[in-house]
């Protein structure tokens, strides 16, 4: 049996004050950078400084209404919660409005609802959920699969409308599995697959199978550990792709040679890996697969790129690994996001004095750009405030991670840490041009009901129980 203690003495309000800052950052910067001198009234509830008060003034209840709620109703309805998210990303494909090509909102008494901002929390407390049973194996196949499940399904139904940067933030949930005990070789893989999704897009189609098919042979004779069986190797691989390539010739010279030469690098990686096995030569398997999907992932990338992704998402990334320069298009709002915050200089031209954002130069300054008004009025020094506080407020939401007692609060913090730094990172990385355009709010700052009262409900769950941490918790 627990003990029981009060909620409102033991909640952590230093997170809270910072949450409160950053609130008050986010309305100001609003007011700001949507300022009409006919309505400079900061109450104004006509205009968006106006609705983002509003927007905060619920968000403050709907903080105090889940502090007094009871922490075993997160666990019994998270599956619940889950299951319900999980129709509402259905119905938005056949009910939804769409807005910018994108089919993500519902529109209730003209107040605009993105379910895909839910969609976070509700997949954070089921996964907390699945993940804290007891004697669960985190390497099991079948466990694996469960969680892979709970973290893509909500992937795929938005990626669907289609919504690209929100899908995401799904993946900072790899985090909490690392945490939980996930092998750190997921981690490395990872890190891994995103160099060769870079690497594809930067380089050719041969130059980067010439490149993976010679590191591959390069690791090969250092594991294989035998000169003679590393010639027959590469005898055996060039044989096997010249074969595949005279048969493509001869019965299908239509088909592009990218994907003639991709075929014929992975006949000739599949006989090798046969003989890796048939030889018993150690981690030479490893070795085989990799190149193999290694290639496999190359193209894929190369067909996603071309293929899936919308013109503008294409143009979006060629700008930014520098292969395009659309002033005028794409490029536009980088260039003066970029512009804004670098004219505010070590300590900002002053509040409503932003030339960039009083003549509206930068789109959604009050959404996605809002670090271009922090940047550009209160200069480096305002901006490595706002830093600061994220930075502070992830550190110490990780420190609260750790003392708790209860495993799904532990877990389930660790993924309110993921979605926020996620978000924080994406947002800031594309205002300075580093991170390609995808359209996600900065927590707490940007303009939106939706992002507020989520980020609200899904850090102050967390705070609740922590608050209860000293309670027994099944």
């Not at 042979?217 to 005279?246: D, E, N």
Request: charged share 10%.
């Amino acid at each position: 049996m627990g003990r029981k203690i009060n909620i409102w003495t033991n909640v952590d309000w230093l997170t809270v004050l910072v949450c409160l800052i950053m609130l008050f950052i986010g309305w100001i910067s609003i007011y700001s950078a949507v300022y009409d001198d006919a309505h400079q009234s900061i109450f104004d509830t006509s205009q968006r400084y106006g609705k983002q008060l509003i927007w905060i003034i619920a968000a403050i209840f709907i903080a105090a209404a889940v502090l007094m709620t009871d922490t075993k109703l997160f666990l019994f309805f998270s599956y619940f919660f889950y299951a319900f998210t999980i129709l509402l990303l259905v119905a938005v494909l056949f009910f939804g409005t769409e807005v910018n090509a994108s089919k993500s909102w519902f529109q209730l008494a003209g107040v605009q609802i993105q379910p895909a901002e839910f969609a976070k929390l509700a997949t954070a407390l089921a996964l907390a959920q699945f993940l804290s049973t007891t004697k669960l194996k985190m390497h099991d196949a079948k466990n694996l699969f469960i969680t892979a499940t709970i973290i893509f399904l909500p992937v795929l139904l938005i990626l669907l409308q289609p919504d690209v940067g929100s899908s995401i933030v799904f993946f900072a949930f790899i985090l909490v599995l690392y945490r939980e005990g996930l092998t750190g070789y997921v981690i490395f893989f990872m890190i891994l697959f995103g160099i060769l999704s870079l690497l594809a897009l930067l380089m050719n189609e041969i130059n980067m199978i010439a490149l993976l098919v010679f590191t591959s042979f390069a690791a090969w004779i250092i594991v294989g550990r035998s000169r003679k069986l590393s010639v027959r190797s590469g005898l055996i691989f060039l044989v096997v792709s010249s074969i595949v390539m005279t048969i493509y010739r001869i019965f299908s010279p239509q088909t592009p040679i990218d994907v003639q030469l991709i075929v014929a690098a992975v006949a000739g990686g599949s006989m090798l890996l046969i003989i890796s096995l048939l030889y018993r030569i150690r981690h030479a398997p490893i070795v085989a697969g990799f190149m193999i999907a290694a290639l496999l992932y190359t193209w894929s990338v190369d067909y996603v790129f071309d293929n899936v992704l919308m013109p503008h998402q294409r143009s979006r990334i060629n700008i930014v690994l520098g292969f395009d320069d659309d002033p005028r298009g794409q490029s536009y709002n980088i260039n003066q996001s970029k512009i804004a915050i670098g004219s505010g200089g070590l300590t900002g031209k002053g509040f409503l004095q932003g030339t960039q954002t009083k003549f509206n130069f930068v789109p959604e300054q009050s959404t996605d750009f809002i670090f271009c008004t922090i940047g550009e009025e209160w200069g480096f020094v305002g901006s490595l405030l706002v830093l600061g506080l994220f930075v502070f407020l992830l550190l110490r939401l990780i420190f609260l991670a750790e003392r708790q007692r209860s495993p799904f609060a532990r877990i389930y913090g660790y993924g309110v840490i993921a979605v926020l730094f996620i978000h924080v990172a994406i947002n800031i990385g594309m205002t300075i041009g580093v991170v390609p355009v995808i359209g996600i709010p900065l927590p707490f700052i940007s303009y939106g009901g939706s992002s507020i009262w989520a980020f609200t409900i899904m850090l102050f769950i967390f705070l609740k129980f922590d608050a209860g941490r000293m309670e027994y918790i099944k």
